[in-house]
């Protein structure tokens, strides 16, 4: 009988060291992939303020379009990128509310290409995961509301520009 036992005890050890491994591999991939998105947020939310930091030269005595486009693309790129992780639920709304500063002067700078560059359309294609974050945090009151004050001094008068010839074209064709 002592025969017997001794195998079968073996093998019972055995399935367990193995659960046990599985078990632990198991929590440590999972470990590993939190710690992989946190270090990608920890380089978006880097990326972010570098992009920020170009603010600056977003003042200037003569509005550059070409740059305040770029200004405007960087940023939304970015925010687009930190939504898709959220969308796919692969970080949770703990982390994404770091970001929430970020994405309310993200909607703002959605109005400027919207209204300024006429681009809504292709905006919305080019960002979806950051349009999508944006108006449902909007929607339920999240994020607080930026002005267009708020924009970079050159992307200010671009967009004050452009609504001040439309108000004239509207205001000749009303006189007409």
Known sequence: MAD???PVLFE???AIGVIY?????IQSDSKDRGQKFSE???RYDSELQKVMDREDKLKTEKPDEERCER???DYLNILDRVSYLRQL???DDDLIFYFDNYFAYGKIILKWKYDYLQEEH???ERYPNAVWWIES???????KEYQMSSLPIDMKILYNQKVSTEKQIITKKENK
Do not use: D, V
């Open 4 to 6: 017997f036992e001794l």
């Open 12 to 14: 019972i050890i055995t």
């Open 21 to 25: 491994a599985i078990l632990r591999g």
């Open 40 to 42: 990608m947020l920890e």
């Open 71 to 73: 200004f405007a693309t």
């Open 89 to 91: 639920n692969k970080i």
């Open 122 to 124: 292709l905006t919305r």
């Open 137 to 143: 945090s909007f929607n339920k009151n999240r994020l």
